[in-house]
């Protein structure tokens, strides 16, 4: 059974930094790239950052350069470090493998709030 949960999320002022945690299952993260998704009111949900099961990370270009994902294999945790956060980033954060896991039915957890403004 997999799972994801998130947290992490926050108000912030433009300009701040957040760190998101996202605990999944152990028996599916060593084998999987995962991802951190984000969906913004009345948009698609997008993918803003991946990370393979070598430790590669891919990145959107709206967040390159100011936000970084890693993994912790031991923890089975990926985070998602947030720098110098603007407006648009506001959004709630979603982690999954990437692409997204669909075995057995799609599965998303509940996300975490990230709301910046002034």
């Known amino acids: 059974q997999v799972q994801f949960v998130e947290s992490g999320g926050d108000l912030v002022q433009p300009g701040g930094s957040l760190r998101l945690s996202c605990a999944a299952s152990?028996?599916?993260?060593?084998?999987?790239?995962m991802g951190w998704y984000r969906q913004a009111p009345g948009k698609q949900r997008e993918l803003v950052a991946s990370i393979s099961v070598y430790f590669i990370a891919n990145y959107a270009p709206s967040v390159r350069g100011r936000f970084v994902i890693s993994r912790d294999s031991a923890k089975s945790t990926v985070y998602l470090q947030m720098n110098n956060l603007k407006p648009e980033d506001t959004a709630v954060y979603y982690c999954?493998?990437?692409?997204?896991?669909?075995?057995?039915?799609?599965?998303w957890g509940q996300g975490t709030q990230v709301t910046v403004s002034s």
């Open positions: 999954n493998t990437n692409p997204p896991w669909t075995t057995g039915g799609a599965y």
């Open positions: 152990g028996s599916i993260f060593d084998r999987y790239a």
